[in-house]
C-alpha cells in the first residue's frame, strides 16, 4: 500500500494489521466481520495483487465502501471511469464483483461493488 498523505507506510501496516487481527478474533470476529472487509484487487499499471482492509456497507448484492482521506490513499483510484474487478472476503466466503469508484461534488469518494452470483 503506498502512502503520500501524512500518515508514514510503516504505520499503516501496524494498523492494517491490528484491523485483521480484530476482524479474525474469537471475541470481537464476529461483530467486526460485519463492518470490516478486506478487499483484493490488481493494480492497473503495475499488475500486482494487493489486499487492504475497508470498512463497508452492505445492502443485498451491493457494497459500499467510503474511502476516508482518500487523497492519501491510491487503491481506489484502479476502479475510476468504468471500474474494474475487485474480491471481498463477506460471510467467511471470498466474493467477486465489479468495482467502480466515485469522488463527488465534496470530494468524499465511495466505491460501489456489485457482487457477481
Known amino acids: 500500500m503506498q ?5 508514514p507506510r510503516r504505520a499503516v501496516g501496524r494498523l492494517n494489521a491490528r484491523v485483521l487481527a480484530l476482524r479474525s478474533s474469537p471475541r470481537w470476529g464476529r461483530w467486526a466481520s460485519r463492518y470490516l472487509t478486506v478487499v483484493t484487487y490488481t493494480g492497473r499499471r503495475s499488475g500486482r495483487t494487493f489486499s487492504t ?11 459500499r465502501i467510503r474511502v476516508r482521506f482518500p487523497d492519501s490513499k491510491t487503491w481506489w483510484r484502479n476502479f475510476l471511469g468504468t471500474g474494474g474487478p475487485i474480491s471481498l472476503h463477506l460471510d467467511d466466503a471470498d ?23
Do not use: N
Not at 502512502?3 to 500518515?7: A, I, L, P, Q
Not at 466515485?102 to 457477481?116: A, F, I, M, Y
Open 3 to 7: 502512502t503520500k498523505g501524512w500518515f
Open 53 to 63: 482492509p475497508v470498512v463497508y456497507r452492505r445492502t443485498a448484492d451491493v457494497v
Open 95 to 117: 466474493r467477486s464483483g465489479h468495482a467502480v469508484g466515485h469522488r463527488d461534488e465534496h470530494g468524499r469518494v465511495t466505491v460501489t461493488v456489485r457482487l457477481d452470483d
